[in-house]
Each structure stands twice: as C-alpha cells, then as structure tokens.
C-alpha cells in the first residue's frame, strides 16, 4: 500500500485520515454553503413562502452541512475511500495526486469510516430537521 510519510499532517491512515488540508479546507467552505442554504430555506418558511410539509426538505441542505463538516473534521472523503484511493493534492475533482490503496483491510476499514460519517449526518440532519419541525409546526 502507498503511504506519504507518516509523521506529516497529511499521511495516510487507513479509516483515519485519506485527504489533506486544502480538501479539507473545501469542505468546510461547502458545509459552510450547505448550512447557510438550511437558514434560508427555514426563513423561506417562516416568510410565508413555503407550505407547512416542505420545512421537511430542509433535510436536504442540512445532511449535506453535516456530511461535508464530518468529512473536513475527520479528513476523511466519503467518494475517495469507496474508490479506494487516498489524495492529499488538493485537488478533489481528478486523480492526479490521488494514491491507491490496494490492502484489502485498509479499504475495509475506510469503507467502514465512510458509511459512518454518512450515517452520523443522515441521522444528525433527521434529528436536527425533526427539532425544527417541532419548534416550528
């Protein structure tokens, strides 16, 4: 399995660590994005603008807030590790610096961190949705 250099920031953990700094960087910028569109949309409702049932599509912008905040916080990406690979370029949208990981229990255990992250921002952006539509209905 390739690895950059385990002592630096940026090294390859199998289920720990699979991007490095900028990527991460973006990520914030997006979850950024994502939460700031969950506040527009829940003003939208509370304008007039929407009807009562479709406070619920705040879901949405809020999973991918949670999703995109987890995978920052963890430096861990979610597409990266179910395409077994590993990048620390900088660069999210090609494979030009990406590493492959071709050890059968490293991709195990990055495929396990991945659904994790997923699943603690599904149920994250759920709770917080039924919170909203609690306070709100």
Same mark, same amino acid.
């Given at each position: 399995?390739?690895?950059?250099?385990? *002592?630096?920031?940026?090294? =390859? /953990?199998?289920? =720990?660590?699979?991007?490095?700094?900028?990527?991460?960087?973006? /990520?914030? $910028?997006?979850? %950024?994005?994502?939460?700031?569109?969950? +506040?527009?949309?829940?003003?939208?409702?509370?304008? *007039?603008?929407?009807?009562?049932?479709?406070?619920?599509?705040? @879901?949405?912008?809020?999973?991918? *807030? =949670?999703?995109? $905040?987890?995978?920052? =916080?963890?430096?861990?990406?979610?597409?990266?590790? @179910?395409?077994?690979?590993?990048? @620390?370029?900088?660069?999210?949208?090609?494979?030009?610096? +990406?590493? /492959?990981?071709?050890? %059968?229990?490293? /991709?195990?255990?990055?495929?396990?961190?991945?659904?994790?992250?997923?699943?603690?921002?599904? $149920? $994250?952006?759920?709770?917080?949705? +039924?919170?909203? %539509?609690?306070?709100? @209905?």
């Amino acid at each position: 399995m390739s690895e950059t250099t385990v *002592g630096s920031a940026d090294a =390859y /953990r199998p289920g =720990y660590c699979n991007i490095g700094r900028e990527q991460r960087r973006q /990520r914030y $910028l997006v979850s %950024a994005a994502a939460f700031g569109a969950a +506040a527009v949309y829940v003003a939208a409702y509370l304008a *007039g603008y929407l009807a009562e049932p479709l406070l619920l599509g705040v @879901f949405i912008p809020l999973s991918i *807030g =949670y999703e995109w $905040l987890l995978q920052a =916080y963890t430096a861990f990406c979610v597409r990266l590790a @179910f395409r077994h690979r590993y990048d @620390f370029s900088g660069d999210a949208t090609c494979d030009c610096g +990406a590493g /492959r990981v071709s050890d %059968a229990e490293a /991709r195990r255990a990055d495929q396990l961190q991945a659904t994790k992250i997923t699943a603690v921002a599904v $149920l $994250l952006a759920a709770v917080t949705t +039924a919170a909203l %539509a609690a306070v709100l @209905f």
